[in-house]
């Protein structure tokens, strides 16, 4: 009780300076909410300065908005894969149906060959079909078939083709090896940078030895792939210049399309271990080593 009394023992001038304190406390809170409830100044927010400002933060929210949106450029609609379908506003069995039509190696030559496929709405083909990209000898075929009084169809326009002398595209050669930018091009859905990209990803291998290879070229898709490679085999395979894999240096080892640089530390590491590699194998017994494309890697290297 000794310990409370000192602490709440005041004499009467302490007892009166409180007093004063929590008097000056209130009126200064009365004062300050009586400012804030009873204030007469009004902001007028139909200020013209203030209305334009508005305006000007409204239009740069839509326009924020706008470029939100994911922009669609021109395509060739039978080379849509399930994520762009998707994108598109086409559901999982539109997308299906398009596959399954593209499985039995026809195309869809027109918007409405597209909706008869897909069988997708009127309202989402007028949406998308502004961005169809068919290729130029299709476009061509279809202005001379609206001439025409009879409806064609898919087997028809082979007939046509004969009807309007349309050229036939002829490659060169098919082997893929020996290929041109313009043999290339005579793939629907290979163009003029993709047959570069491809020509330039075959020296880098010093030529196609697996026709898995082709897969490999960046960008390019599946089914693209797949439709080159019923037209372009390997005759005859490249001669690569191997490199011994216990003399070659870092810089050159580098060069091997397939090794990156930690994979390339992993074998300098592994041939210090072991002072030098009695077989090509022996790079599977580094951890780490990729076995899945041990096939390829083993194309550049040798041990001796």
């Not at 009166?16 to 400012?35: K, Y």
């Not at 163009?191 to 990803?201: D, L, P, W």
Request: hydrophobic share 40%; glycine share 2%.
């Amino acid at each position: 009780m000794k310990i409370l009394k000192s602490h709440f023992w005041y004499n009467k001038s302490q007892r009166n300076g409180i007093f004063l304190l929590a008097i000056f406390i209130i009126i200064l809170q009365i004062f300050i909410f009586s400012d804030v409830l009873f204030d007469d100044d009004k902001i007028d927010t139909n200020q013209p300065n203030l209305l334009a400002f508005q305006n000007q933060i409204d239009s740069l929210k839509l326009v924020e908005i706008e470029n939100r949106k994911p922009k669609i450029y021109p395509f060739n609609p039978n080379f849509i894969t399930d994520y762009k379908g998707e994108q598109l506003g086409m559901s999982l069995k539109e997308i299906d149906r398009l596959l399954s039509f593209r499985k039995t190696n026809k195309f869809v030559n027109s918007k409405e060959e597209f909706q008869k496929v897909t069988k997708i709405s009127d309202s989402l083909l007028a949406k998308i079909s502004p961005y169809f990209k068919f290729p130029d000898w299709v476009v061509e075929r279809n202005k001379n078939n609206q001439n025409s009084t009879s409806n064609t169809n898919s087997k028809t326009f082979d007939n046509s083709n004969k009807k309007y002398n349309y050229k036939k595209k002829v490659v060169s050669t098919t082997d893929i090896n020996k290929a041109t930018a313009e043999d290339f091009r005579t793939i629907n859905g290979i163009g003029a940078a993709f047959s570069e990209r491809i020509i330039k990803y075959r020296s880098k291998l010093q030529g196609f030895s697996l026709d898995a290879q082709l897969y490999e070229v960046w960008g390019l898709e599946k089914e693209v792939a797949d439709k080159a490679l019923s037209v372009f085999k390997i005759v005859d395979k490249p001669i690569i210049k191997k490199v011994n894999v216990n003399t070659v240096e870092f810089k050159q080892l580098l060069k091997n399309p397939y090794i990156d640089y930690e994979l390339c530390k992993k074998i300098f590491n592994y041939r210090d271990e072991v002072a030098e590699l009695q077989d090509i194998s022996e790079l599977k017994n580094i951890k780490g080593f990729p076995l899945d494309l041990y096939d390829r890697i083993t194309l550049y290297l040798l041990a001796e």
